[in-house]
Antibody
């Protein structure tokens, strides 16, 4: 069965960077895009971007352009999301999610809480 | 960017009642690529409906989606206790993908 397992919670200081991992299993990793979505405390879902694990191509939301980098390692079926220049408004749960052009985001990781605090 | 507006913000109903949630897009959603997600506290979202009206794998048939273009809805025919949660719509037909702000379905 499909599983997306994310790395553990992080606490970072303002201005630092964070890198979250997402390890996929139960399907062919390169057959589906991997999306990243975040959710600030008490707020709605916010799409950050996707990576095509096959080609490595990416598409980032304009809000995150220049600050986010999505990568993958096909040898271990893992995707990564790195966010730099962290501010307090980056405190959120970050999710990876498998995406299909017609089915939407059908499987989600368990989420990784990133707390930005001095 | 397509803005999705959900209504109502909060819906108070009792188990056994019918729930209808609305999602309106600021412009037409390509190929009706509109999804609905359910989210419970401390959990990741769960895909319920994709393509505006197709149920995802394992989703009970009391959940149904309808609509096209700019107006979409999610209906839960008879509410079960486990259905009380936050529901979000999302369009994935054009970039950037966008979500509605969510509707909280609470027990009356």
């Amino acid at each position: 069965h499909v599983q997306l397992v994310q790395s553990g919670a992080e606490v970072k200081k303002p201005g630092a960077s964070v890198k979250v991992s997402c390890k996929a299993s139960g399907y062919t990793f390169t057959d589906y895009y991997m999306h990243w979505v975040r959710q600030a405390p008490g707020q709605g879902l916010e799409w950050m971007g996707w990576i095509n694990p096959n080609s490595g191509g990416t598409n980032y939301g304009q809000k995150f352009q220049g600050r986010v980098t999505m990568t993958r390692d096909t040898s271990i079926s893992a995707a990564y999301m790195e966010l730099s220049s962290l501010g307090s408004d980056d405190t959120a749960v970050y999710y990876c999610s498998r995406g299909h052009y017609a089915w939407g985001l059908d499987y989600w990781g368990q989420g990784t809480l990133v707390t930005v605090s001095s | 960017e397509i803005v999705l507006t959900q209504s109502p913000g909060t819906l108070s109903l009792s188990p056994g009642e019918r729930a209808t949630l609305s999602c309106r897009a600021s412009q037409s959603v390509n190929s009706n690529y509109l999804a609905w997600y359910q989210q419970k506290p401390g959990q990741a979202p769960r895909l319920l409906i994709y393509g505006a009206s197709s149920r995802a794998t394992g989703i009970p048939d009391r959940f149904s989606g309808s609509g096209s273009g700019t107006d979409f809805s999610l209906t839960i025919s008879r509410l079960e206790p486990e259905d009380f949660a936050v529901y979000s719509c999302q369009q994935y037909g054009s970039s950037p993908l966008t979500f509605g702000q969510g509707t909280k379905l609470e027990i009356k």
